[in-house]
């Protein structure tokens, strides 16, 4: 079967995915998927990630980052593909799969610890750098299994709110 494809002949996946990111069947029924073209203010973006975060889908606050960081000035993409980098590695932890989790949240946190300067949007990155190491390690040594649902909803703000509302 060939690839899915958008209006321009990019590589699209338009299978329908679970809550955990997971394709499904073809003509199967998934939870609601983000724009391709998701344009988000880096405020709006990462409100959203939280709410996600939040409802316990890491993969869907990865689509909001992963938008973030393609849309994202070139000074701010490497922070912004860190962060999606640290869902991605949340959603692996979700699923059970202890390698990929690690992996990812190494990855993420190589990026975040990169990033010279006042963030974007009250992110908090010197904590969340910190979190996905301390959580790659606990799944080094004990695995997935012994996390808790909050292990994977970081605060990507230090109190939780936007900068707006404060």
């Known amino acids: 079967m060939d690839r899915d494809r958008d209006g321009s002949g990019r590589a699209r996946n338009a299978r329908p995915r679970d809550a955990a990111g997971r394709p499904l069947p073809r003509g199967s029924v998934g939870v609601e998927r983000l724009p391709d073209e998701l344009v988000l203010s880096a405020d709006q973006a990462v409100d959203q990630a939280q709410e996600l975060l939040d409802g316990g889908q890491p993969f869907a606050a990865?689509?909001?980052?992963?938008?973030?960081w393609k849309a994202a000035a070139p000074a701010e993409r490497e922070l912004w593909r860190g962060l999606a980098q640290l869902?991605?590695?949340?959603?692996h932890a979700q699923r059970g799969n202890p390698r990929g989790a690690v992996s990812l949240l190494d990855r993420g946190q190589d990026h975040l610890r990169r990033w010279v300067g006042v963030a974007p949007a009250g992110l908090d990155v010197t904590a969340l750098a910190a979190r996905a190491d301390r959580l790659a390690r606990r799944i080094e040594d004990g695995g997935t299994g012994a996390l808790s649902p909050d292990d994977l909803r970081p605060r990507l703000r230090p109190d939780g709110r936007?900068?707006?509302s404060r």
């Open 62 to 68: 990865h689509e909001v980052l992963e938008a973030a």
């Open 162 to 164: 936007s900068p707006e």
């Open 87 to 91: 869902a991605v590695g949340l959603t």
